[in-house]
């Protein structure tokens, strides 16, 4: 008998296809489960190895040894017909189970996994810049952030958020931790170079699990090309990722070829960011002259109402008259322009003065979350705190704790955390929360101004009025007397003190230079020592902070129930059939509190 007859009798040949199927498929999965793992690479080298040598000694052994069903025995000793007929027919069934596991797995590598590529993930680095004179970090942060807003409209990627990317600016981090920090499978970088009205950008989308480079490229354009550049990056990360582009090119309505008006809404935007009064101030003058050079700059409009927003909330209210009516018309022209834009739906719920009917705003909100696209992270923060406004504090956790998961390093979705935990009275969570937060960015005002709050409510005085004077510190106010406040709030403190403490603080909020935010701490003060009416007058609206255990007394006041009915929170609650969590109907035409 030949050879291969001989092969085929003794079944080497099965054997040798089992084995083989066998080893392939024990690598696939290995390839798969060990970085999971963060296991080392020697690993996989050594199962390699292991594979290859075991198969020579595998055939020699199917050799000698065949499979009967007495189990295993010399093949000298074993009539031929026996082993070929028991051991053929159980290693068929051995090579068919493991063909169909391989063929499972072959389905799912190249369909399920490109599946996934739909919630393929990336984080947007800020840009590098490399100008002779080192002075256009806006411009590179801004072209970070178109960048990034243009990956945010494919539907088949998960853009993690522009704050926690920028976290890493200036870090010297490794990017494979970078990309376990943000948990995200990619990270595009890069870097501009602006010398005249020349520019050269360079970008590379890297792997983040291996900090290897999957796709480079560098742009040479004049100053008008900026905006070619933007959309040529995220076409490429999207060959390079192999996800769908999923819309029409990213020229949207609103935006601008204006290079001029381009660059002084960058520079609105940075100094914004600044979040100091000369800051705010000169923010205002560029998103104006923006909207000067192009009046149908619809996201230039948009950056002139929020600009205008911000400071009604940090400046003196002697240097912002008129500028809730200017807020309200730039917005306006913004919404002429582009009504369908993302940014409009989720400027009309979150900026004041421009709220619709309340259902709309939620609607808004969640049609928003449902598209996806550049807007999802953020509707889903607004999300939370529409619904903590509206006084569904356990609803509104669940969104933000979503949103803090989307974008850890965000400050501002540390702050709604904080606050909904706040307003559910679980003060140890809510101080976690701010401590994670201060580690991000220490000396925030508003995540010290709410532990103040905290604190107090916590009983925990001296440390309330503590993170009070920095607050107070960080915005260039007066410096504090501690002595009336804290012997108002000390376990033994007489009713004279109380009234002292009172007094104190009706003195700081007179001063006509404390921007309305500030004054957020001294309302819950009042409150907190049974001066409800005081509280109220201090800040005429509490917003989400109505909830807090220390309005009890607030939400009882007829005063209360007015401002609940002004901003449309009673229509919206029957409307919907569900009342805040601390509120209840009496009859069709009450309601009350408590």
Known sequence: MSLWGELKRRSVLRVGIAYLAAAWLLLQVASIVLPSFE????????????????????????????????????????????????????????????LVVAVGFLVVDNYVVDE?????????LPFDDLSPNQDQEYFSDGLTEEVLNNLAQINDLQVTGRTSSFYFKDLDIDLREIGQMLGVGYLL??????????????????DAADGFQLWSDTYDQDLAGVFAIQEEIAVAVTNALRVTLGVDGFDQPGATRNVAAYEESLRSKALVRESTADSIRAAIGSAERAVALDPSYGDGWMELSGVYDRAIQ?????????????????FGRARAIMPDSPRVLLMITTVRGAILNRLEDENALRQLIDEG????????????????RVGHREKALQYAEQAARLDPLAIGASYQLALTLFTLARYDEAQREIERGLEIEPGNTQLLGLRSVVAMEAGEGAASIAASDVVSANLNQEPRNRG????AFAPDAAAEDIEIA??????????????????????????????????????????SLAWAGYMREVRGLPQFKTLVRDNGMVEYWRETGEWADLCRPLGDDDFECF
Do not use: C, H
């Not at 065949?66 to 009539?79: H, Y």
């Not at 996934?116 to 947007?124: E, P």
């Open 39 to 98: 296991g080392p690479a020697w690993v996989m080298q050594a199962l390699i190895f292991s594979t290859a040598l075991g198969f020579p000694l595998v055939v020699v052994l199917a050799w000698f040894y065949e499979l009967t069903p007495e189990g295993i025995r010399a093949a000298s000793k074993i009539e031929p017909t026996q082993a070929v007929k028991f051991a053929g027919r159980k290693l068929d069934f051995v090579i068919i189970g493991l």
């Open 116 to 124: 996934d590529l739909s919630t393929a993930s990336i984080a947007v």
């Open 189 to 206: 970088q890069g870097s501009l170079r602006k010398d005249g009205d020349q520019l050269r950008v360079t970008a590379q989308l890297i």
């Open 314 to 330: 940090f400046l003196p209210p002697e240097q912002t008259q008129g500028y809730a009516e200017r807020r309200t018309a730039a």
């Open 373 to 388: 696209g550049s807007m999802r992270i953020n509707a889903i923060g607004s999300l939370s705190l529409f619904l903590l």
């Open 484 to 487: 009336p406040i804290l012997r």
């Open 502 to 543: 009172l007094e104190e603080v009706r003195r700081r909020v007179g001063n006509p230079e404390m921007p309305p935010f500030s004054r957020y701490p001294y309302a819950a003060i009042a409150a907190s020592l049974g001066n409800p009416e005081l509280s109220l007058e201090i800040v005429p609206y509490p917003g």
